[in-house]
């Protein structure tokens, strides 16, 4: 009697969750790994909870010693450096080791590797063209302009010409004059709602992009980690002559794993990608703008809410020393326009499987030519506890 009594404590004790109301039973008898999570009882803080053990991410908050190093809430969230490696550019978005050690003997790091990324694809006559991030286009930098580092001291900067120009808006292109990709969005690959975004009523298979800058990152995925947030802000010189026009530049956040395959986790409320026509786009002067400015644009500044932004709507971030700080200057059909606006500061939050493996590619190009260039801030990527809610909104700060 006394032995079945016990047989059944440990029945109890050992549920898949650790919670004796809830989950199937799993016999647990003369098992040294009771939760299943591939950490033995000895190396394991809490063998009852799969989602407790050295590859786990100690969440600052809950009072739990998430990751078995021995201390209650003490994540790793920053961790500059200085080198100029995609690695260091993972550290500057805050992806950081962690402190306990894995079964491999090594510190639990959420960035298996990262790299530069690239679109190649077929051109004209049957010739491969290739676009690859060059290290004039990328920056690990404290601001851009009045734009600070959302967490820690420094935020990643990745743009379609020279980064920090003055003057995007005149930087000419990185390309051969005659690169072409005849379909871009088969070579990136973007899904159609993307596709229909970037080509916005162009020929189908007419999409070409170059000026590419992308960060490609290969996650592990932490075994309590049910969703990956990160903020960021977008600028493009292409506002306002090139608003509601189609061949935009565009910045993409795809991301492929167990759920997702490509899925573009950086949209606007009405899923659209992130460009000059995006719902987003609201870090502008403020309508009617200057005197003269082209008519036909001038439904553009409609949803602008000035160029240092506006608390009240939670419009964060400035176009103040960005170079793309909306200034009327003549177009080259005798029109004048507000070169330049931006987003402001956004947050992204997608749900993610406790353990996966993922890839997460970070993207700003230049569609159709190399001119009037954009570029893309991104900073504070962290782990949350729970599935995601929501997709993009607006940030409390």
């Not at 404590?9 to 009771?34: E, H, I, M, Q, Y």
């Not at 302009?145 to 959302?150: K, L, P, V």
Request: proline content about 8%; charged content about 20%; hydrophobic content about 40%.
């Amino acid at each position: 009697m006394r032995a079945a009594l016990v047989a059944l404590l440990v029945l109890v004790a050992c549920k898949s969750n650790g919670n004796p109301d809830s989950g199937p039973f799993r016999d647990c008898t003369n098992k040294t790994d009771c939760d299943e999570d591939g950490y033995l009882k000895t190396d394991d803080c809490n063998d009852e909870n799969p989602e407790i053990n050295p590859e786990a991410y100690d969440f600052p908050t809950d009072k739990f010693d998430n990751d078995c190093d021995g201390v209650i809430d003490n994540p790793v969230i920053n961790c500059e450096t200085t080198g100029m490696m995609p690695i260091d550019f993972a550290r500057a978005a805050d992806l950081c080791p962690q402190r306990s050690k894995t079964k491999l003997a090594v510190v639990f790091d959420p960035v298996a590797r990262a790299e530069w990324g690239q679109v190649k694809g077929y051109g004209p006559g049957q010739r491969i063209w290739i676009s690859d991030t060059k290290t004039v286009q990328v920056a690990i930098a404290p601001s851009l302009g009045s734009n600070a580092a959302r967490s820690g001291k420094t935020l990643v900067g990745l743009a379609t010409g020279p980064w920090g120009s003055a003057d995007p808006r005149n930087t000419m292109p990185l390309e051969d004059p005659l690169f072409h990709i005849n379909d871009a969005c088969k070579d990136i690959p973007l899904v159609p709602e993307d596709c229909a975004v970037l080509s916005n009523g162009a020929p189908a298979g007419g999409v070409s992009v170059q000026d590419w800058a992308e960060l490609k990152l290969f996650l592990n995925v932490p075994s309590n980690a049910h969703a990956l947030a990160f903020d960021f802000a977008f600028f493009s010189s292409e506002f306002n002559q090139y608003w509601n026009a189609s061949l935009n530049d565009a910045f993409f956040v795809l991301v492929t794993s167990k759920t997702f395959a490509g899925k573009n986790v950086a949209v606007d409320g009405n899923g659209k990608a992130v460009t000059v026509n995006s719902g987003f786009f609201q870090l502008c002067p403020k309508y009617p703008g200057a005197a003269n400015l082209s008519p036909e644009k001038l439904p553009a500044l409609m949803p602008c809410v000035g160029v240092d932004g506006d608390m009240s709507q939670s419009v964060f971030g400035s176009l103040g020393g960005t170079g793309y700080d909306g200034a009327p200057v003549m177009g080259s059909n005798g029109n004048f326009y507000l070169y330049g606006g931006g987003g402001g500061w956004l947050t992204s939050h997608f749900t993610v499987t406790p353990g996966d493996q993922m890839i997460v590619r970070i993207i700003v190009h230049d569609t159709f030519d190399g001119y009037k260039d954009s570029a893309a801030l991104v900073d504070a990527m962290h782990w949350e506890p729970t599935p995601a809610s929501g997709g993009v909104a607006r940030p409390p700060r």
